[in-house]
């Protein structure tokens, strides 16, 4: 499956922004999907996941309470809103799947993941 994640800008400090991930398997409705960011001279961290039922997700920490991930399954798309973002969430943000067969599972390591789309660049100003 193919990725594409985008909706990314340049914002300030305490907007939002809706990141969008499509798939281009029409039946992404069997991959459990993650978000990940990487900022310049960090490692890849985990931000969120969402189980391919929907009904399970999984937050990092840093930005919980600020975030939520979501998906529409007919539209082979999955979301991150994020909310209230600080210059500390600037990075290049990816989305990633990997096909399960459980529908109630979400995982967080980026090794877990077979697929990645090209990230989408995010820059808040202070």
């Known amino acids: 499956v193919q990725l594409q994640a985008y909706g990314g800008g340049l914002v300030q400090a305490g907007d939002s922004l809706r990141l969008s991930c499509v798939a281009s398997?029409?039946?992404?409705?069997?991959?459990?999907v993650g978000w990940f960011r990487q900022a310049p001279g960090k490692e890849r961290e985990f931000i969120a996941a969402?189980?391919?039922?929907?009904?399970?997700?999984n937050y990092a920490d840093s930005m919980k309470g600020r975030i939520s991930i979501s998906r529409d399954n007919a539209k082979n798309m999955v979301y991150l809103q994020m909310n209230s973002l600080k210059p500390e969430d600037t990075a290049a943000y990816y989305c990633?799947?990997?096909?399960?067969?459980?529908?109630?599972?979400?995982?967080?390591?980026?090794?877990?993941?077979?697929?990645w789309g090209q990230g989408t660049l995010v820059t808040v100003s202070s």
């Open positions: 969402i189980s391919k039922s929907g009904l399970m997700t």
């Open positions: 398997d029409p039946t992404s409705r069997k991959y459990l």
């Open positions: 990633a799947a990997v096909a399960v067969s459980s529908w109630n599972i979400v995982l967080r390591f980026g090794h877990q993941y077979d697929y």
